[in-house]
T-cell receptor, first 109, second 113 residues
């Protein structure tokens, strides 16, 4: 079975770049690695997906090494509104969805 | 489009009572999911559905039942509520069984006394 590991919490300051890494083994070879953001009292919402190498969109970048055993979410120049919990989501080789436990990111002024 | 909606938003039950949580989506998604999220914890999959009339167990199915009689609706039932089922319940839907593009509802906060 796949297992994911993320840091429980991180903090940073406005304007800094933040990198959150998720370790995951035994994941499906044909599905994306996906990251979600969750604010208090809301459901998670999709941030970014990637299969391998690097993906960038308007809010984040995602770095995935060739072995796909980890992924790193990069948030450039964070602001107070980026304070949230961030989850990685993978699918294991049995097609089961495996959520990370979440990383609570606190941005300080 | 309303996206994914959940009813009710809050509920308090006594131990042994039953209730049904309703999830509705208007995106014509085939896949629907029920998750629970305990305080300070990540999401755990209870049950999911791969289409109308079909359901499957997730990571923590015990104590819950589900039904998908219509494509747009996914019901989660608690037959005999227990304090251990106090949690926030999220429904989600997606167009396929993938990690990508799971759309979540706002959640139902359930307290079992």
């Amino acid at each position: 079975l796949a297992k994911t590991t993320q840091p429980i919490s991180m903090d940073s300051y406005e304007g800094q770049e933040v990198n959150i890494t998720c370790s995951h083994n035994n994941i499906a070879t044909n599905d994306y690695i996906t990251w979600y953001q969750q604010f208090p009292s809301q459901g998670p919402r999709f941030i970014i997906q990637g299969y391998k190498t690097k993906v960038t969109n308007e809010v984040a970048s995602l770095f995935i090494p060739a072995d796909r055993k980890s992924s790193t979410l990069s948030l450039p120049r964070v602001s107070l509104s980026d304070t949230a919990v961030y989850y990685c989501l993978v699918m294991d080789s049995n097609y089961q969805l495996i959520w990370g436990a979440g990383t609570k990111l606190i941005i300080k002024p | 489009n309303a996206g994914v909606t959940q009813t009710p938003k809050f509920r308090v039950l006594k131990t042994g009572q039953s209730m049904t949580l309703l999830c509705a989506q208007d995106m014509n998604h085939e896949y629907m999911y029920w998750y629970r999220q305990d305080p300070g914890m990540g999401l755990r999959l209870i049950h999911y559905s791969v289409g109308e009339g079909t359901t499957a167990k997730g990571e923590v199915p015990d104590g819950y039942n589900v039904s998908r009689l219509k494509k747009q609706n996914f019901l989660l039932g608690l037959e005999s509520a227990a304090p251990s089922q106090t949690s926030v319940y999220f429904c989600a839907s997606s167009y396929s069984l993938t990690t990508v593009d799971q759309f979540f509802g706002p959640g139902t906060r359930l307290t079992v006394l």
